[in-house]
């Protein structure tokens, strides 16, 4: 071992830091420090925009209007919103709602909204979570939309008007991912992607309706209602493809203001990241 002499450097804890020390690690220090800062900086610019979504947990509200079951439950408000209605936790609301009839209804609950899109999380503590009131309002084709079709019902002493108005926009091809919509405008920040894959196929598996949501070159966003071909709930035979990119095709359908893709599940295909 070599012999140490008065001029080697040596730190003790309780004396000042060597001069010659001090020279190598103050610039040490000073480097890591920018280093990490920077790394941090790229890391962070790299992620995705967790969005502007609200999820309204400090109070419950009631939210009227028509209330379709089939393939999944929407509530078309008359506030001109649509809800999704969702059950607390990562489950649909289809085994509760199911037991109501197509009509007016009134359900209680907490929204959660992003980009003028709706869930309700149906609240268990009120006293009426969901109250339903059968009336006979018909589905109307754009086309064959008679003068009368606006139909007046009281509930409550008050005068509501459901219009329900469907439309065939035709056959389209659309590139986006299957998000649930729970998590995506508001409970989960963000909702979308790789890394919300295993969160979003349990939401999907236990009932919440998938969308399709589709961004343009400006990144604004579309959503699409999912179901298959006739309509009917988007199976687990393709939930493999929940959070990819994919390319599918399918018949767009308006229903009020809610936007359904009912898809061609042979034309599914994952895209290319």
Known sequence: MAEQTERDPFYVGYLPLPKAIKR???????????????????????????????????????????????????????????????????????????????????????????????????????????LNYTVDIPTYNAETLPDNALESVVTYSRTIRALRVQQDLGTHTLRGEIVDPKCYLGVMQPGDGKTHKVCATLCIKGGIPPMLLVRDKQGETAAYLLTDVDGNAFPASHHEYIADPIEVTGQVVRDGDLLILRADLDSIRRLEQ
């Open 24 to 130: 190598f690690i103050v610039p040490w220090l000073v480097g890591n420090i920018v280093l990490a800062i920077g790394i941090a900086a790229v890391v962070a610019s790299q992620h995705r925009e967790p969005g502007d979504g609200v999820w309204g947990t400090g109070q419950s509200v009631k939210v009227e209007g028509w209330l379709e079951l089939d393939p999944y439950p929407v509530l078309h408000g008359v506030d001109r919103e649509i809800y999704l209605p969702v059950e607390i936790g990562k489950v649909g609301s289809q085994e509760r709602i199911n037991e109501f009839e197509r009509g007016l209804a009134i359900i209680t609950g907490f929204v959660i909204k992003r980009d003028g899109r709706n869930v309700i999380e149906i609240d268990d503590s009120a006293k009426y979570p969901v």
